[in-house]
């Protein structure tokens, strides 16, 4: 079902790669491309058609006055997940793009953070198939307590790009 585009080609490659260096390779190498990402240290634990999961170590540089995770960097979080697995099936000729963001802090975090994005079968279809769209991309954050606090959807579209 799925189309290879050039965000689909390099994550095959990367992750061909031996299983201890796959998270660092990805993690650098989608890092220099999102370089915020790459600043906030955002780290690739998988990345597939259906699926991606990164996380973030509650360093100094990402942390807020009450020494948690920042705010922004929970959100950055969010994006990076859906939009990481949303870009894997976004045809090259398409231009992806984030076009809501809803975030709720229901509760104060804990430690270090880790976001998990997913579409449907039925999502990645309308991805690849349709001339535009947008879709909801399902995520979830917990912290090192195993507890979500916050909730977020992203909605995200697709156009085809101006030649």
Same mark, same amino acid.
């Given at each position: +079902? !799925?189309?290879?585009?050039?965000?689909?080609?390099?994550? $095959?490659k990367?992750? %061909?790669?031996?299983?201890?260096?796959? #998270?660092?390779? +990805? !993690?650098?190498a989608f890092g220099?491309v999102?370089?915020y $990402?790459?600043?906030? %240290?955002?780290?690739?634990?998988?990345? #597939?058609q259906?699926e991606?999961?990164?996380?973030?170590?509650?360093?100094?540089?990402v942390?807020?006055?009450?020494?948690?995770?920042?705010a922004a960097?929970?959100?950055?979080l969010?994006?990076?997940?859906t939009?990481f697995?949303?870009?894997?099936?976004?045809?090259?000729?398409?231009l992806?793009?984030i076009k809501?963001m809803?975030i709720?802090y229901?509760?104060?975090?804990?430690?270090?953070?880790?976001?998990?994005?997913?579409?449907?079968d039925?999502?990645?279809k309308?991805?690849?198939?349709?001339e535009?769209?947008?879709?909801?991309?399902?995520?979830?954050?917990?912290?090192?307590?195993n507890?979500?606090?916050i909730n977020?959807?992203m909605?995200?579209?697709?156009?085809?790009?101006?030649?």
């Amino acid at each position: +079902m !799925s189309q290879a585009n050039r965000l689909s080609q390099t994550a $095959a490659k990367l992750q %061909s790669l031996p299983e201890f260096m796959r #998270s660092f390779a +990805m !993690s650098k190498a989608f890092g220099s491309v999102i370089k915020y $990402a790459g600043h906030s %240290s955002v780290r690739f634990e998988k990345l #597939s058609q259906n699926e991606c999961i990164v996380s973030i170590k509650n360093k100094k540089k990402v942390q807020n006055h009450i020494g948690g995770i920042h705010a922004a960097a929970m959100a950055l979080l969010a994006e990076t997940a859906t939009g990481f697995v949303f870009g894997m099936n976004v045809p090259d000729s398409k231009l992806p793009l984030i076009k809501k963001m809803n975030i709720d802090y229901v509760k104060r975090s804990t430690g270090d953070m880790r976001a998990v994005a997913t579409l449907t079968d039925e999502q990645i279809k309308k991805i690849q198939t349709e001339e535009k769209g947008e879709v909801v991309v399902s995520v979830t954050i917990t912290d090192e307590a195993n507890v979500e606090p916050i909730n977020a959807e992203m909605t995200w579209a697709w156009t085809a790009k101006k030649r």
